[in-house]
């Protein structure tokens, strides 16, 4: 079996996250070339493409789409175009929550429209906002903003200045973020495999590792297990089940649970904290999905 393993040309020298899990996929006697996703490579010679880390594909979004679109016609593409083509505008997460799975509140600002956020702010009744583009990751373009005099003036331009060129989304700033941090559950095949919870730095909400923020090793409540299988139910049903998928949460101080992110394109893994068993999980099922959707 001979893969490739899309990464990008730019990757920091300090990801080491997925070397663990490389030397399970050469246990397995599985060949595999980490490559950037825009090299002059004939893409058809390997079995399949794993994305990893294409972490530049955000800004280059519709360079990375057509690449998309054509390596999935030399080769399978993990995880399928139809799901990453899903996965790539946060839109989706409207549609979970129209199938029932919890997301913060949210109100979509989509490009072109025009918005008054302090009216927004005061049908909802929330002290504090956070407005994040639909397609992005990094925290990139993201504002948290109080509601008053100042705060609604810098969201407004915000707004103003990116709706013209792009779809938004605004939210209640769940300021437990800063403390408790982000947590997630990964999953490979549909099966749960370990977790983790990122925690800004003091006075930060930006939980990427980027910013400083720090990671630990995490085990899912029984409501975050619930809300992450159904929104990769919904995937399943909808497409296929993800090779690969990690599910984001967001905690309300009262104890809510939010689903804030389902990142099925290249999301960190953290390999760190799941141990061995978590890579022999992941190695296992690429190989199973590739056998299973080849034909002969």
């Not at 700033?173 to 947590?183: A, I, M």
């Not at 990671?215 to 029984?222: G, H, K, V």
């Not at 992450?228 to 995937?235: D, G, Q, S």
């Amino acid at each position: 079996m001979n893969i490739a393993i899309a990464s990008c040309q730019n990757l920091p020298d300090w990801e080491k996250d997925d070397i663990p899990f490389f030397q399970e996929l050469a246990a397995l006697n599985v060949n595999y070339e980490v490559l950037p996703w825009d090299s002059d490579t004939d893409w058809s010679r390997f079995d399949a493409c794993l994305l990893r880390t294409t972490w530049d594909y955000q800004e280059r979004i519709e360079e990375f789409m057509a690449w998309i679109n054509q390596v999935s016609t030399q080769t399978m593409l993990l995880n399928s175009k139809s799901i990453v083509v899903w996965n790539s505008h946060k839109r989706y997460l409207q549609e979970l929550q129209e199938a029932g799975v919890t997301i913060a509140p949210s109100e979509w600002l989509l490009q072109g429209g025009t918005y008054d956020v302090e009216q927004l702010m005061e049908q909802h009744g929330w002290k504090q906002g956070f407005i994040k583009p639909l397609i992005g990751a990094n925290a990139r373009e993201c504002l948290p903003f109080d509601n008053d005099e100042e705060g609604i003036r810098k969201a407004q331009q915000h707004i103003d200045r990116l709706t013209p060129k792009e779809d938004l989304v605004l939210q209640p700033y769940l300021s437990n973020v800063e403390s408790f941090g982000e947590t997630s559950g990964i999953f490979f095949a549909g099966q749960y495999s370990h977790g983790t919870r990122k925690v800004p730095v003091e006075g930060d909400f930006r939980v990427q590792d980027d910013y400083g923020a720090s990671d630990f090793i995490y085990q899912l409540s029984q409501d975050e297990l619930r809300l992450a299988k159904e929104a990769i139910t919904y995937v399943a049903d909808k497409f296929e089940m993800p090779l690969y998928a990690r599910v984001d949460f967001l905690h309300h101080k009262y104890g809510a649970v939010f689903v804030n992110e389902l990142e099925l394109i290249e999301p960190s893994l953290f390999f760190r904290h799941g141990g061995p068993e978590s890579c022999q999980l992941f190695a296992k099922a690429l190989v199973n999905h590739i056998n299973t959707n080849t034909h002969p």
